[in-house]
């Protein structure tokens, strides 16, 4: 039974996330198109061309001594030989080791996320991606003392 393009594509976005977890800069540098492409990392200006876009993963990898995807509410939408992720990413990272040789304090963050892929004769490659923050709920700055005056 072959499988949908549907699926292509989810399998590619799953092994995008994958590759950033194994720490695999060759393999996560194939995923990518060799024409222009785009990226932009939370907080990041927006970076253009595979030069800058993979030097970006590289010194993410080089700086990051744990990190693991959760991928939830994951989107496929496709339109002929191009393929729009949606998805959100909860993320589990954790810094260098540390003077007693473990791994830094872990922080977990919550991303959205858009990754087009274009089909290839060698599969489905990625075009962009572009990550955002979730902003959180509480915001340490408000006076938990003030009542909410929103309307019922």
């Not at 222009?36 to 595979?50: A, F, Y």
């Amino acid at each position: 039974m072959s499988r949908t393009d549907i699926e292509l594509v989810e399998e590619a976005n799953t092994t995008f996330y994958e590759t950033m977890e194994r720490g695999d800069f060759d393999a996560l540098s194939d995923l990518w198109l060799d024409d222009e492409i785009s990226c932009v990392h939370p907080g990041w200006p927006v970076l253009s061309g595979r030069g800058e876009v993979l030097r970006s993963y590289a010194l993410i990898m080089a700086n990051t001594e744990y990190i693991q995807f959760f991928l939830t509410d994951v989107k496929v939408s496709l339109t002929g030989d191009t393929a729009l992720v949606t998805c959100t990413e909860n993320i589990l990272s954790g810094g260098p080791a540390e003077e007693g040789g473990e791994l830094g304090p872990l922080v977990g963050q919550l991303v959205v996320a858009t990754n087009v892929f274009r089909r290839t004769p060698e599969g489905w490659r990625i075009w962009s991606h572009h990550g955002s923050p979730v902003l959180t709920e509480t915001d340490p700055d408000a006076d938990p003392d003030t009542e909410d005056d929103s309307p019922s």
